[in-house]
């Protein structure tokens, strides 16, 4: 079947900007996270959502970053007044449910170049 | 301290060789441990869960020193197609992954 797809797969935003960064999880994937990538780096925690409930935010790195799942399928990241700092890979992941030991699936990224 | 700490190599090894890699974490609460594997701008895939016991599976084999709190990753017989970043993740068991900033793996002919 069909894996986690992400939409644009390449954004270049002007500093100051708004962008917003979307995720199609598997079908009937519970869980839902999103990460940051930067270059170098492993995915850093963003937020994680189970159904439309956004149970975890505690790695959006300031009040710019907002996400959401108003159905419980789809999210969208949004970044607002992009800044250069915020350069990176945005990834998405889903797992069935969500336990701690279960496998989540990945989407291609989103590159997010400011400048 | 970062929460979960990797050698980021790159651990350069001639076909066939066996490598391995080690990985720690600070949290003792952590319950559940993973290595995941990412190509070169690519998405990560998991590789293999890590059990108490240990496990292997073909080639790889994952262990789990709590009492360190360590991880580490073998691999045998080492093909061109290993080369890739060796991401380790940890979980608490809440929602919360923690991934290590990855071990770079090249495999030559």
């Known amino acids: 079947g069909a894996g986690v797809s992400q939409s644009p797969r390449y954004k270049v935003a002007k500093r100051g900007q708004d962008v917003a960064l979307r995720c199609d999880p598997i079908?009937?994937?519970?869980?839902l996270f999103w990460y940051q990538q930067a270059l170098g780096q492993g995915p850093e925690f963003l937020t994680y959502f189970q159904n439309e409930a956004q149970l975890d935010k505690s790695g959006l790195p300031s009040d710019r970053f907002f996400a959401e799942r108003p159905e419980g399928s789809v999210s969208t990241l949004k970044i607002q007044r992009t800044q250069q700092e915020d350069s990176a890979v945005y990834l998405c992941?889903?797992?069935?449910?969500?336990?701690?030991?279960?496998?989540?699936?990945f989407g291609p990224g989103t590159r997010l170049l400011v400048l | 301290r970062k929460e979960v700490e990797q050698d980021p190599g790159p651990f350069n090894v001639p076909e066939g060789a066996t490598v391995a890699f080690n990985c720690t974490y600070s949290n003792s609460a952590s319950q559940s441990f993973f290595w995941y594997r990412q190509d070169c701008r690519k998405e990560p895939k998991l590789l293999m869960s890590?059990?108490?016991s240990g496990n292997e599976d073909g080639r790889f084999t994952a262990q789990l020193n709590r009492a360190s709190q360590y991880i580490s990753l073998l691999i045998r017989d080492s093909k061109l197609s290993d080369s890739a970043t060796y991401l380790c993740v940890v979980s608490t068991g809440g929602f919360k992954t923690i991934f290590g900033a990855g071990t770079r793996l090249f495999v030559k002919a």
């Open positions: 079908s009937g994937h519970v869980s």
């Open positions: 992941a889903s797992s069935h449910f969500g336990a701690p030991q279960e496998t989540q699936y």
């Open positions: 890590v059990y108490s």
